[in-house]
């Protein structure tokens, strides 16, 4: 049989494995990323203490606001807003 | 009747239901509308579609795949409001992955053989075909009872062993093979044989 015999059925499947679990638990995260964003740059602007500390040492700064800079989708974007 | 319908709607649902329940146009208008249950639900439509792209199209190193998917997801994330098309989201999403992997791949060639004029190999075209189809029965798949879709996932996607698939489904090990047989002629009753390729 050609088309979707079983064999065939059973590679498809195959072709799409899951992609790991970190990645698309930060890629469902982003909305919760963005919000902290969005506040932690509000905050730098307003705040000249926090936006140094930011500065000197932004994953640090970061752990200390609760949020985990090693798996945050959008550090590189917060660098490029803030420092 | 009402009140069935009712408690139907109330009750919590699997994001596997949820996903074959809703169309591509319907998610992207609620996750436009800022709907998270849908964000999240749109991430796990996709996230295999970008991984197989980006790992087995174009071959990227898992560091780079990483990057990719990463970036694929907050641009979609970012962009949806300019998709003209609700219903295209998907051409969208790969168009967009294809365009982030050569991105990708020609930064990599620059830094490694910045004297040749080399360009970087481009995509597998037969295995990008391959991966349209593999979504769609992966679609036909989400439309099965949740124990067909799992033992299928389970066994072919994820790898797993029949012993490792019994132990989680609590079923005699021995029946595991019987039970994809039967889940795969369903998968395949699914699919209908309009949608087989011999006859598109």
Redesign the interface.
Known sequence: MSGYDIERLSRLIGMLPPAPAAWTRAARELPRARRELDGIVERAEADAEFRRALIADLENALRAEGVEPTTWPLLDELRRRVL | MEAARNAREAAPRSPAALSAELSDARLVALCRG?D?DA??TL??RF??????IAT?AFRLPQQDA?DV??EV??RV?ERLDTLREDEAVRPWIAQLTRRLCIDRLRAGSREVVADTEELPDGPDEDVLA??E???D??DA?ARLSENCRDI??RF????ESYRAIGDALELPAGTIASRI?RC??K??EE?GPE?????R
């Open positions: 800022g998270e964000w999240s991430v796990e996230s295999r579609y970008v991984y197989a087995q990483e998917f990463q997801f907050a994330y391959q991966l189809e593999a979504f029965v992966h798949l299928l996932d072919f996607a994820r790898d047989s795969l002629v998968l395949r699919i949608a087989r390729p011999e006859n």
